[in-house]
């Protein structure tokens, strides 16, 4: 293989990013990159500390000043770097401004509003925005949707029970069915007639269809909540409030998670539950650990990837050529293990006989172990010399029993896919179910096929995998932004699968990665590829997607042009530091809605890349 890059240029690349990698490891051993996503997290926080009345001055201020360093020239807010503005987004954000002091006649406040009333004001909002503006007696509760508490009470084989609902989505279902029941109105020293149209939205549902179905149940609701049935409404809520501290996490989160956080909270507040009240306390002292303060202000993550990272960065340093016995890599693997999950969870509702296994994403969420992290830990632990064969195979047995009837893999549940929840009409921000999905799917396959797993389920997941390929040639990227993710999935694991690199369906993706390599060598895709397919594997490149489609075209043995012109991208792009700049936000959270900007990325997949193609080996 040539590369447009002399090969002393790569190693040294290499040797520079293996260096960074090895600065941001903690004590413990683990490693985590910031996941920063937009502002409605912290203008959330805001909105939360102000309704439990816990809100510091010094807190709305700095909290203000992250959120106005993040408006852009035109007043508004986006929900990833340089994408479009964003209605909800602009409004939370200009909420926050105004309880931390901003006066409603400011530049910066005047023409955010501006955009509010021209693209349709509050009323045109997203439900989740105008929940929180009910809190404060800025939005009726009478118009909005319903969600009955007595919706905990369906067994789970009743459709739309809650755990038809992906396990983010039960999570923040649940408080909000006692948030609505109870609603609640604290005062805030402001309104918001500013952003007010004074134009009722009648969104547009065609009869007959289920939206229209649910829109004549959603009525129904309403007149059935001022005189519920009072037995079963009390069996509901103290049954839903059970349910909400049964899961509460040991860092005091649910779920490790932003929004079934912050309305848990609000939820057992309602209940009667003091501040003081031992999981009230932790609760609110779980944000400490997510707070993130510098020069920029202060922000929260909206969540943590501690065992996510640190198997990257394992695999990463693995794939640089540093040795399994290197102390680096010991002490993540041995980290790893203490963090294996030996408890029953959410998904043992749909595979009870199931023993418990595998890794969740955060430093502490037992009842929600994932299989996309279970797949990574098992990849990057047999990379180590560490003795990791028990919980391996513990790991393997929980993933193949998790495995849907249609042969792939979603991230939490097992069979998740009751479409009928996206047309509720409370359902209007971000993904509800967890079906099998491409990016899973084929690193579960990796996974199987490196541990020597099961050559029928492997086998099922190489079908799935077939079976989902675009017509272009690529895959749909669930969890990281977007077809050039999961291309860059899919590929190493059908080749590592056995497929060869010669076949039809891989040197289609091949073909489909030269097609949309960028002018400068990288590869990019802006997250408006979820909707809009015209920026289908087009954006601006960036290490972290440059990387995957290099690991995608090293699997298939394409030692040509456009893998050396990759690879000089990300040459030519390091920092001197050996990390590389990436404001953009490659990671997913829901398709559509929410996006993430995981800071790891950038520095763990280029020297997957590089060290993979440097070295030869296939990882």
């Known amino acids: 293989m040539t590369l447009v890059s002399p090969a002393p240029a790569v190693t040294t690349a290499l040797d520079r990013a293996c260096g960074a990698l090895r600065r941001l490891q903690h004590g413990d051993g683990w490693w985590k990159g910031e996941l920063e996503t937009n502002v409605t997290i912290d203008a959330e926080d805001l909105l939360l500390r102000a309704f439990l009345g816990v809100l510091t001055p010094a807190d709305a201020s700095a909290t203000a000043k992250w959120v106005r360093s993040r408006q852009r020239a035109d007043g508004t ?128 549902t065609p009869f007959p269809s289920w939206k229209w179905a649910f829109g004549q149940a959603d009525r129904a609701l309403h007149r059935y909540e001022r005189r519920p049935l009072r037995a079963l409404r009390r069996l509901a809520l103290a049954r839903a409030e059970q349910w ?46 997510f707070t993130v303060t510098d020069d920029e202000g202060r922000r929260l993550e909206a969540c943590q990837s501690p065992v996510w990272d640190t198997a990257l960065a394992v695999t990463a340093l693995a794939d640089a050529g540093v040795a399994a016995s290197d102390l680096a890599v010991a002490r993540a693997a041995e980290w790893m293990l203490g963090e294996e999950v030996r408890v029953r969870g959410d998904w043992s509702v749909r595979r009870p006989s199931l023993a418990p296994g595998g890794w969740a994403f955060e430093f502490a969420n037992v009842n929600y172990p994932d299989i996309d992290d279970t797949a990574e830990v098992g990849l990057a632990l047999l990379r180590t010399d560490v003795d990791a064969a028990g919980a391996i195979a513990r790991g393997m047995e929980w993933v193949l029993g998790m495995r849907s009837r249609d042969g792939g893999w979603g991230a939490f549940d097992v069979d998740n896919t009751r479409t009928l929840c996206r047309q509720l009409p409370f359902c209007d921000f971000g993904e509800l179910i967890d ?58 694991a059908l080749v590592g699968a056995g497929m060869a690199p010669t076949s039809l369906p891989v040197q289609r993706a091949v073909e489909w990665l030269h097609r949309h390599q960028n002018a400068d060598g990288g590869w990019g895709e802006d997250l408006r590829s979820y909707r809009d397919p015209t920026w289908n594997g087009r954006g601006a490149s960036t290490a972290s997607q440059t990387a995957w489609a290099l690991l995608a075209l090293h699997a298939a043995r394409d030692t040509g042009e456009a ?10 792009t390091q920092r001197a530091d050996g990390n590389w700049d990436e404001p953009w936000f490659t990671g997913t959270g829901f398709p559509g809605d929410f996006y993430i900007n995981y800071h790891l990325y950038r520095l763990v997949f280029p020297i997957m890349a590089l060290g993979r193609i440097a070295r030869g080996g296939d990882g």
């Not at 409004?91 to 509010?116: C, Q, S, T, Y």
């Not at 009478?142 to 007595?150: D, G, N, T």
């Not at 389920?457 to 040639?473: K, M």
């Not at 893998?563 to 030519?572: I, W």
């Open 77 to 204: 807010w986006a929900t990833f770097y340089d994408g479009p503005p964003d209605l909800s987004t602009t409004i939370e954000a200009w909420a926050a401004l105004r309880l931390a002091g901003d006066p409603v006649d400011a530049a910066h406040m005047r023409k955010a509003a501006e955009f509010v009333l021209d693209a349709g004001g509050i009323e045109a909002s997203r439900v989740f925005t105008r929940i929180w503006m009910a809190l404060f007696g800025l939005w009726p509760w009478e118009a909005l949707p319903v969600i009955p508490p007595e919706l905990v009470l369906l067994p789970p084989w009743v459709p739309l029970n809650i755990y038809d609902f992906g396990c983010w989505a039960r999570q923040t279902v649940v408080p909000l069915t006692i948030v609505g029941t109870y609603r609640p109105v604290r005062q805030l020293p402001f309104g918001i007639d500013e952003l007010r149209t004074g134009v009722p939205v009648t969104p547009q």
């Open 244 to 289: 909400i501290v049964q899961r509460q996490e040991a860092d005091g989160s649910w779920g490790g998670i932003q929004p079934p956080w912050v309305y848990s909270l609000i939820a057992l507040s309602l209940r009667g539950y003091p501040l003081e009240h031992p999981v009230m306390r932790a609760g609110l002292e779980g944000f400490d650990a």
């Open 435 to 492: 079906p099998p999905s491409a990016d899973v799917t084929a690193h579960v396959v990796e996974f199987l096929a490196a541990a020597g797993g099961p050559r029928p389920a492997i086998d099922s997941g190489v079908d799935w995998l077939l079976r989902n390929q675009e017509r272009d040639g690529s895959w749909f990227g669930r969890w990281g932004a977007n077809y050039v993710y999961g291309t860059g999935a899919a590929v190493p």
């Open 563 to 572: 893998l050396s012109r990759g690879v000089e991208f990300l040459v030519s």
